[in-house]
């Protein structure tokens, strides 16, 4: 079964901490993604990327990073956490072009105290 | 830019009825996908149905159909014989060729089906 899987599901953090986010994909996508969940909001995107070491800017990018050296692996990075990067985090992956096989992770609640 | 718009933050729908989660979209793209997904409370996101928007026939994958009206830019979700277990949040989602392949989504539905 195809999978995409996020390291912790609930982390809490204090302001300030840096906070490394990991996604893992086992389908050999070339496209990853990093989405914030809030309420009333949907999902927005964050992050993406499109091949190894390389990435794009979504709708959201202040005060995150990305970094992705393997293709399997793509992180996201809090320099400076903050008590408003309090959210559900959501990385997602697809094949390539023109494909509708997103896959999402299970979520990562993040609380920033 | 591509725009999502879900105008129903929630409904409530007795067991067994047909429920229409209403979806419409905005782009400039004439090439496109349109997307739903539930996620249940557990957090997943489910992939429900899929619509390109060259298919000519509205998509169906079981009890759910997509009601794809392109002139009115709408994409709305058709759930028959509504169950205990469609109790989620449903989003829409689109992809446009301009977007390069990420997702955008509505702000989402939260069904609620009574017994």
């Known amino acids: 079964d195809v999978k995409v899987t996020q390291s912790s599901r609930y982390l809490v953090k204090r302001t300030g901490e840096k906070v490394f986010l990991e996604c893992v994909q086992d389908m050999d996508h070339e496209n990853m993604f990093w989405y914030r969940q809030d309420p009333g909001l949907g999902l927005r995107l964050i992050y993406f990327?499109?091949?190894?070491?390389?990435?794009e800017k979504g709708d959201i990018p202040e005060g995150y990073s990305v970094s992705r050296e393997k293709k399997e692996r793509f992180s996201l990075i809090l320099e400076s956490a903050s008590t408003n990067q309090t959210s559900m985090y959501l990385c997602?992956?697809?094949?390539?072009?023109?494909?509708?096989?997103?896959?999402f992770g299970s979520g990562t609640r993040l609380t920033v105290v | 830019a591509q725009k999502i718009t879900q105008t129903q933050p929630g409904m409530f729908v007795q067991e067994k009825e047909a429920v229409t989660l209403d979806c419409t979209y905005d782009?400039?793209?004439?090439?496109?996908?349109l997307f739903w997904y539930k996620q249940p409370s557990s957090g997943e996101m489910i992939f429900l149905i899929y619509q390109g928007s060259y298919d000519q026939q509205n998509a169906t994958e079981g009890r759910y159909s997509l009601n794809f009206q392109k002139a009115r830019k709408s994409a709305n979700l058709v759930i028959s014989a509504s169950q205990l277990g469609d109790s989620a949040m449903y989003f829409c989602a689109m992809r446009t060729n301009f977007g390069n392949e990420k997702l955008t989504f509505g702000t989402g539905t939260r069904l609620t089906i009574i017994p």
């Open positions: 990327s499109y091949d190894v070491k390389m990435k």
């Open positions: 782009t400039s793209d004439p090439s496109y996908g």
């Open positions: 997602a992956s697809s094949p390539g072009w023109g494909s509708y096989g997103y896959t």
